[in-house]
């Protein structure tokens, strides 16, 4: 069974810094796309940033040069580093990939647990 585990949330000053880590374990044959959601209280959950299987990016105009993803296809990781971290960041953070896996190797969207980033001003 695959599973996205999350880490690296947490409460920040404005202005400062939070790096998250996802991890996907199982029977992974192999990853397509990875990105980070977010979800504010009342509001849609909305993209934040993804990053294709060769490296291609992209990311959510409010977090465009702020904001950082990457991946380590040798650990079925992928990162976020968020700077300059705003109040309105705050969210529930959510880790998504596209895997396949299994003894049929079907492909499937799967989520992580979410973690919370607080930002004080």
């Known amino acids: 069974q695959v599973q996205l585990v999350e880490s690296g949330g947490g409460l920040v000053q404005t202005g400062g810094s939070l790096r998250l880590s996802c991890a996907a374990s199982?029977?992974?044959?192999?990853?397509?796309?990875m990105g980070w959601y977010r979800q504010a209280p009342g509001k849609q959950r909305e993209l934040v940033a993804v990053i294709s299987a060769g490296g291609s990016t992209n990311y959510a105009d409010s977090v465009k040069g702020r904001f950082t993803i990457s991946r380590d296809n040798a650990k079925n990781t992928v990162y976020l580093q968020m700077n300059s971290l705003k109040p309105e960041d705050t969210a529930v953070y959510y880790c998504?990939?596209?895997?396949?896996?299994?003894?049929?190797?079907?492909?499937?969207?799967?989520w992580g647990q979410g973690t919370q980033i607080t930002v004080s001003s």
């Open positions: 998504n990939a596209e895997i396949r896996s299994g003894e049929y190797l079907l492909l499937f969207n799967y």
């Open positions: 199982g029977k992974i044959f192999s990853i397509n796309a």
